[in-house]
């Protein structure tokens, strides 16, 4: 009875464990209304994105179309489509989606919070505020 218990214990342990690390399962963080360009997005892609995405280094690959050089870069290359958040290449990086297989920041997934700021940014119209 006692390695019945013991097993029906690991099981159940398991079971949550794994169905815990399906992020899918969980609900997007709220975010405020009326996102700011420069008080809440500015900082989150300063923080962690213009490391590699910066025009004025050397390294790595900054191409035309690979360096985060200004707001309105991020408009007129295409990866963000104001209004658009699903459809914006910036969130398909953001979260592992890209048909490309381009997973951003390369570091590490930037939090759920910060992703959901981006997301209302975009579908706020994505303004320069």
């Known amino acids: 009875m006692k390695k019945s218990f013991e097993l029906f214990l690991t099981v159940l342990i398991v079971s949550v464990g794994l169905t ?3 992020n899918d399962k969980f609900p997007e963080p709220e975010v405020k209304d009326n996102v700011s360009f420069a008080l809440d997005i500015q900082p989150i892609l300063t923080n962690n994105c213009a490391t ?3 025009p004025t280094e050397v390294e790595p690959d900054f191409r035309e179309g690979f360096a985060y050089d200004s707001f309105e870069e991020l408009i007129t290359e ?3 489509i104001p209004g658009d958040a699903e459809g914006s290449e910036l969130v ?3 979260e592992g989606k890209s048909a490309d297989g381009n997973t951003m920041p390369p570091s590490g997934p930037m939090s759920k919070t910060n992703i959901a700021l981006i997301k209302k940014w975009i579908d706020e119209g994505a303004k320069n505020n």
Do not use: S, T, W
């Open 20 to 22: 815990a690390c399906d």
């Open 52 to 54: 590699c995405h910066n």
């Open 78 to 80: 295409g990866d963000v």
């Open 92 to 94: 398909e990086m953001l």
